[in-house]
């Protein structure tokens, strides 16, 4: 079966302050593994797609990496606009649905 | 292009109620997912529809049906309901099947709330 755990379950940030969420994850074959963000009220919001260990992924102040066992997401100088919920979603090559995890809800302070 | 549209946005239900959610996809997007995401459990999957079958449902009771209509949008009916359905109920469209790994595009949900 295959198993996603996110953490930390929350982050508060200060607005310039980088830091890493983490996504621990445990799966027989991965096909990929997915990042998304979700505001609340709204649903998840695609954001990147990793399929290999060493893989790496950037969209604005957001880089995406991959190893075999974890996958992080690196935030670089925040602003308040990128507090939301970042949840992470493994695909395996044994099931035909995502796998997601909790989440982790950043907050970023001005 | 037009994302996957739910609706309604909010249902309010009492308890042995039925409940009728509807999906429609992305144009061109045959496969529809639909997940629950009820507070501190995460999103969790309920039922896979592509041209028109049920190709793989979740660990949810049999009270969780739906179906895929020709111009692909899709129905979510829960029969029964319980206090404990009560959850954000999200549906999501992808392009292609699992095997290509096409992402999904997600729906903004609609409220379920079973008093």
Request: aromatic residues 10%; hydrophobic residues 30%.
């Amino acid at each position: 079966e295959d198993q996603v755990t996110q953490s930390p379950e929350a982050l508060r940030l200060q607005e310039g302050e980088s830091s890493s969420l983490n996504c621990s994850y445990t799966v027989s074959g991965l096909r990929g593994l997915f990042w998304y963000r979700q505001d609340p009220g709204k649903g998840p919001e695609f954001l990147f797609t990793l399929y290999s260990a060493g893989e790496e992924k950037e969209k604005e102040r957001l880089k995406a990496t991959l190893t075999k066992k974890e996958s992080f997401l690196h935030i670089t100088a925040p602003k308040p606009e990128d507090s939301a919920t970042y949840l992470c979603a493994v695909s395996g090559a044994g099931s035909y649905q995502l796998t997601f995890g909790k989440g982790t809800k950043l907050s970023v302070i001005p | 292009e037009a994302g996957v549209t739910q609706s309604p946005t909010h249902l309010i239900k009492t308890r042995g109620q039925q409940a009728t959610l509807r999906c429609s996809p992305i144009s061109g997007h045959t496969s529809v997912y639909w997940y629950q995401q009820a507070l501190g459990l995460g999103l969790q999957f309920l039922l896979w529809y592509d041209e028109g079958e049920e190709r793989n449902r979740g660990n949810f009771p049999p009270r969780f049906s739906g179906r895929q209509f020709p111009n692909y949008s899709s129905e979510l009916n829960v029969n029964a309901l319980e206090l404990e359905d009560s959850a954000l109920y999200l549906c999501a469209s992808s392009l292609h099947t699992p095997e290509y790994n096409s992402p999904l595009h997600f729906g903004n949900g609609t409220r379920l709330t079973v008093t």
